[in-house]
């Protein structure tokens, strides 16, 4: 069977096989029994606990996919990640760069909506920097009439949010403009790790706070995810 913690909807879904009727799983501190067909859904897309009879029995709190053996079932846990909707193709990223990472992100000459309207999953790029230390970026937009607020966010502890405390590592706040830059640095307390970094410009708002929808007026923007790496420090030789 295969699970999956959807970090929109909150449900963990597909969880199929008659052999589990005396195993469970806890989400919230709700333990659930399973067996047939069942939708579980959760007040958080976290916190999901492997019980009794399952193999490998352990928490896993939305981390990046993790397969595991129930029985002689293999279930794949997967986090899902909202995606910005925009009703137009005409407000978009056209580059985004960063510099001064340990390994850098290049994306310039794109175009509107490469996944989906408002939205490209570029995740497959990424940049990687050392726990504590800075990481530059430029955003740049088409059309130079337009102008936007731009945000950043890393999704730090890969539960498929972008909301939890420190997350949101750029905001705008100079007003409107065709470009932003500016740098951030990796939280000292950040795990070794590969996360999603999305980059979102809101031609309604000049200093988006929603990772996962443009203004209401509109809507109109554009999301842009990348793989973000942190590295363990370098120890002095």
């Known amino acids: 069977s295969t699970c999956s913690i959807d970090g929109s909807s909150n449900t963990l879904s597909n969880i199929g096989n008659s052999s589990l009727i005396n195993s ?21 897309p976290y916190a999901l606990t492997i019980g009794t009879g399952l193999t490998g029995g352990a928490s896993y ?46 994306n310039t000459g794109t175009t509107s909506g490469a996944t989906s309207a408002g939205y490209s999953n570029y995740t497959a790029q990424s940049c990687s920097q050392y726990v504590g230390s800075p990481i530059n970026f430029s955003i740049t937009t088409a059309n130079g009439t337009y102008t936007y607020g731009f945000a950043i ?11 939890d405390a420190g997350e949101n590592v750029f905001v705008s706040t100079g007003g409107y403009a065709t470009s932003a ?9 950040a795990s070794v790790g590969s996360y999603r970094m ?8 000049s200093g988006p706070t ?12 554009e999301a842009e995810d990348y793989t973000f790496s942190v590295l363990q420090p ?3 030789t």
């Open 210 to 221: 929603n990772p996962c929808a443009f203004s209401a007026t509109g809507p109109y923007g």
């Open 61 to 106: 709190n939305g981390s990046a996919p993790v397969t595991i053996a129930i029985d002689s079932t293999v279930a794949t846990l997967t986090v899902t990640y909202c995606t910005p909707t925009s009703a137009s193709n005409s407000y978009y990223i056209t580059g985004f760069t960063t510099t001064g990472g340990a390994s850098n992100i290049t």
């Open 234 to 236: 370098q120890i002095p």
């Open 198 to 205: 999305r980059v979102l410009i809101d031609y309604y708002s």
């Open 181 to 189: 830059s500016g740098s951030f640095s990796v939280p000292a307390g």
């Open 24 to 44: 469970s799983i806890t989400i919230n501190g709700n333990t659930v029994s399973l067996g047939g067909s069942t939708t579980v859904t959760a007040v958080n």
């Open 153 to 163: 966010w890393v999704d730090w502890n890969n539960n498929g949010l972008f909301t």
